[in-house]
């Protein structure tokens, strides 16, 4: 071998140590150290797409966004006409959702060569994700054309079907699937996703098992098993595995904190930081958990989204409660440490809710703001006399398989014919059109306070929903605050939802009253029910 051949042969071999060093950094959570790495790399070989992937990656989790764009619309500029980079940068822009050049990169890379199978599934997914579910469909029937064979392709169209609520279709893909392909994990997955949203747990259970069995390190099933697990009651075991909706990603924000992470350590004369994850819903059964929280610790320090910083302060005086700053010592920009042990707020319900038995009889209800409460009952008392009922129907996200828990206001009519009530908004997206077409064709008023946003003015939005004598709604934040502040809640939504915990109720608020919304039920039936309680339960 030549000197010449020799210097590039270890030039390469350093720039592969260096892009290994880069990896096992970014996977202890040290980013601005990995960055430097992958840097290194790019800088001798700019289409590394494994130090690309990790350099975005980094930059994502140490909130520069705006870089890792640029960098990615940098790298697809300079791609050219070469159809695997075109590809690879294509894969890596959809782990992050930049879905728009995810798209056009997949196309370039189709113009190319159109029938690529692997390019054609991916765009598939991406064009799925946008909303063009039928252009997803004809993608993947191309695919499976040309390759009949593709446990994948028949996979992901499995997905794009289970959407669309064709599920009698999507099992069949995914049966074609592992019939094809056996050993490949994310079938299994995908198919323990499906067998949930159908009731069927114990069988999505044995599927997501089978899918760990095949990849044990695959964090997206250990996540799924976990939530199942939570569903059926096994709450011990589905704890255990929920930090990893972390690892995979589909529980947020991502704050590492390595080595300080409370695992049910004695508290005594210990400071806690305990941090909202997910959204305000969530974030409401988490804090159920506090008051015990702060019977236990020295201290408790909780962050929280600014709009609830308030209404928390009021509850635990005891506890500093500050809004979020979305920082953490594993992405290097927290700063000085000021507590002992954190965790994610799922993570202290994970230590302190192991079993439904751990769960209180009674909750520590939240306290509104006195002032904004007076307020909200001199409007209450310029409507008619008699009992005021809050109603939220629906959600700001919406697909098809999530619509299947929500209803319509018009559903509602025998709501509004309890006698004497006054039926009160609570749902924080724009109610205008429903409201209007109610009172025009059937003479029905939805009373909406004057002046409240009920989306952004949470305090607000407690207090009015504490003068309230009862409230009826689905899966959302609205019935979760009422309940939190104590209100008798009629709570309808899916018949197993992770949050029950196996159980036929909801065991973090004991004044939440459930009942079963899916595809089989009858929503005529179901609202004449609730309506018919909600009588009973005052009297009328």
């Known amino acids: 071998m030549s000197s010449l051949n020799k210097r590039r042969g270890a030039a390469s071999g350093d720039m592969e140590k260096k892009f290994v060093q880069g990896r096992r950094l970014q996977s202890r959570d040290r980013f601005t150290e990995a960055e430097a790495r992958f840097r290194k790399v790019l800088a001798a070989d700019p289409a590394h797409i494994g130090a690309l ?11 520069r966004e705006h870089d890792a764009i640029g960098l990615i619309d940098r790298a697809a500029a300079d791609a050219g ?3 695997r980079y075109l590809f690879e940068l294509g894969g890596l822009c959809t782990t992050i959702k930049y879905l728009h050049q995810a798209r056009a990169l997949y196309e370039r ?3 190319l060569n159109p029938d690529a199978t692997s390019t054609l599934i991916n765009l598939a ?43 009698d279709e999507a099992l069949a893909c995914y049966r074609r699937a592992i019939e094809l392909e056996p050993d490949l994990s994310q079938s299994y997955t995908n198919l323990g996703a499906l067998l949930e949203i159908l009731g069927r747990h114990h069988d999505a259970l044995g599927a997501l098992q089978k899918a760990l069995t095949l990849d044990p390190e695959c964090d997206a099933a250990r996540w799924n098993l976990a939530r199942a697990l ?5 709450t011990e075991a589905g704890w255990d595995m929920y930090g990893f909706g972390f690892a995979c990603g589909q529980r947020q924000p991502f704050r590492p904190f390595p080595g300080l992470i409370w695992e049910g350590h004695d508290l005594t004369g210990k400071t806690i930081m305990v941090w909202r994850e997910q959204g305000l819903g969530d974030d409401m059964f988490f804090s159920t958990c506090y008051a015990d929280l702060i019977a236990r610790a020295g201290h408790v320090i909780i962050e929280t989204d600014a709009r609830l910083v308030p209404l928390y302060r009021r509850t635990w005086p005891q506890a500093t409660v500050r809004p979020e700053k979305w920082a953490s010592t594993g992405l290097g920009n927290y700063g000085e440490v000021d507590f002992d042990y954190t965790a994610p707020a799922g993570l202290v319900a994970a ?32 409507l008619p006399e008699g009992p005021k009922i809050g109603i939220s129907w629906t959600s700001k996200k919406l697909n098809d398989i999530r619509a299947l828990t929500y209803t319509n206001l018009a559903e509602w009519k025998k709501l509004f014919a309890i006698e004497g009530a006054s039926i009160v908004n609570l749902q924080y997206t724009d109610v205008e059109e429903e409201a209007g077409t109610l009172e025009r064709e059937f003479g029905l008023t939805l009373h909406r306070m ?16 504490s003068c309230l004598d009862a409230v009826v709604a689905p899966p959302s934040f609205p019935i979760v605050l009422a309940a939190a502040l104590g209100i008798t809640c009629f709570y309808y939504g899916a018949p197993h939802p992770w949050t029950k915990l196996g159980t036929d109720r909801m065991p973090w608020f004991p004044s939440m009253r459930c009942y079963t919304l899916d595809r089989n039920t ?19």
Do not use: M
Not at 53 to 63: E, K, S, Y
Not at 523 to 531: D, F, H, Q
């Open 81 to 83: 006409d070469n159809e």
């Open 230 to 234: 939570l569903t059926v009651g096994e």
């Open 109 to 111: 890379a189709l113009t």
């Open 450 to 465: 004057p002046g409240l946003d009920l989306f952004s003015d949470i305090e607000g939005a407690a207090a009015l929903s």
């Open 53 to 63: 992937t990790g350099l975005t990656q980094c930059l994502i989790a140490l909130r």
């Open 522 to 540: 009858c929503r005529e039936t179901l609202t004449s029910g609730i309506v018919s309680d909600i009588r009973a339960f005052l009297g009328r």
């Open 351 to 382: 230590q302190l809710r192991r079993t439904v038995d751990a769960f209180p009889p009674k909750v520590h209800t939240l306290v509104p703001d006195p002032a904004r409460v007076a307020q909200c009952r001199a409007w209450l008392a310029s």
């Open 125 to 167: 997914t991406v064009v799925d994700e946008q909303g063009e579910t039928q252009r997803a469909v004809d993608l993947l029937s191309r695919a499976i054309e040309l390759q009949p064979r593709s446990a994948k392709a028949y996979g992901n169209l499995g997905k794009v079907l289970t959407g669309t609520l064709l599920f």
